[in-house]
């Protein structure tokens, strides 16, 4: 069982930047790969970002590519996205989910722990 804590969205003007966090609360993070989801206004949920349970493999969606960034830290046990370049389009719920696996896949059905949200919102 693992539980995680999406903090860090807000309401942030086209261009700029906003870094999200998610806490796990499990005894062995670094067993899990990491993925970053939103979900907009007309319910599309869209892969984000990935992370793979060593931190050695990032996957990005190609949307987000070259303006945002994951990390995690498994001593820590958290996972960050760094958006910047934020456009309108970003707005969205962006949630943080785990797999009990090595590779982060873009597949949301693969993950099977989710956090509550965390509502980013990108004025033009």
């Known amino acids: 069982q693992i539980q995680l804590v999406e903090s860090g969205g807000g309401l942030v003007q086209a261009g700029t930047s906003l870094r999200l966090s998610c806490a796990a609360s499990v005894d062995t993070f670094s067993n899990y790969a990491m993925g970053w989801f939103r979900q907009n206004l007309a319910n599309e949920r869209e892969f984000v970002a990935g992370i793979s349970w060593s931190g050695r493999t990032e996957y990005y969606a190609d949307s987000v590519k070259g303006r945002f960034f994951i990390s995690r830290d498994n001593a820590k046990n958290t996972v960050d996205l760094q958006m910047n370049s934020l456009k309108p389009e970003d707005t969205a719920v962006y949630y943080c989910?785990?797999?009990?696996?090595?590779?982060?896949?873009?597949?949301?059905?693969?993950?099977?722990?989710w956090g509550q949200g965390t509502q980013v919102t990108v004025s033009s």
């Open positions: 989910a785990a797999q009990y696996a090595d590779i982060a896949t873009p597949d949301f059905s693969d993950y099977e722990w």
